[in-house]
């Protein structure tokens, strides 16, 4: 097997996880609250995390630890977004809308820094927008809050994509992501007793959802993304990674027998070609 087959595997195998994380989490959210769920999986994942980035603590400076702060709250925002979401919307839904984040991102970079937007992404923008107004016809749910808090959430991604090209050439970046989820574990902790959203019910599910999205998708996944990643060209690893959405339906589908209409499946599919389009001018 070559050495670029192997990591393509690798990153798709990171692909896998993150599209399991969706019915994974809207399972927790029947045994949890949102910022309990969330203090649970980022702490979990940030000691999963800290072997790899304790080796890397002689590069933390003020640069680090800002740029760190900046991700670590936006994360959590969106992740708090994406989880609640998911208590009113499917998991599919929630998957292709989160998935917006690539098209959104060159909308975003234009905005903050004029970068250029060639005619792939304008054609991706116009596909995603097209397949998300298909995928809320009546005939596949009216729009509700999870909805709406959902796109929200991709427009957070996006943003942090669009900071992480930037922090990522100026700090090490086993520091960034461990600064991330320690930051999203903390802010849980604090708004879990604020709010006082302490509803946890524990057993063998909750406890198979926390150990898959906290070692598995969150510290095992970035493993992999980080290590291979770099073993194989940018735009094969985006069109991957574009693959999470429709992972996250199969998935909604075995264990949750979700299904979309057949206008929905197609605005799916326009969101899809969406995100594609939008790598091939990458």
Known sequence: MSKRIKADLMLLLATVFWG??????????????????LFMRFFLGALAVFPFAVKNFKYFNRRTMVDGAVLGILVFLGFALQTAGLRETSSTRSAFITGLSVVLVPVI??????????IFKIIGIVLSAGGLFLMFRPENGPLNRGDVLTVLCAFTFALIIVLIQ???????????????ITIVASISLVLMFLTKDINITFNGNL??????????????ALVLQYKYQ????????AIIYTLEPLFASIFAFIIFNERLSSI???????IFLGMIMSEFGS
């Open 207 to 220: 406890a198979l959802d926390l150990i898959f999205t906290s070692v598995f998708a969150t510290a095992g």
């Open 20 to 37: 399991m994380t969706f019915v994974t989490v809207k399972d927790a959210m029947n045994y949890s609250g949102t910022f309990s769920f």
């Open 166 to 180: 930037r922090f990522s050439k100026r700090s090490n970046v086993l520091l960034l992501v461990f600064m991330q």
């Open 264 to 270: 929905g499946l197609i605005g799916g599919a326009l």
């Open 109 to 118: 970079s234009f905005i903050m820094y004029r970068t250029r937007i060639d």
């Open 230 to 237: 770099k073993q194989t060209s940018e735009a094969r690893a």
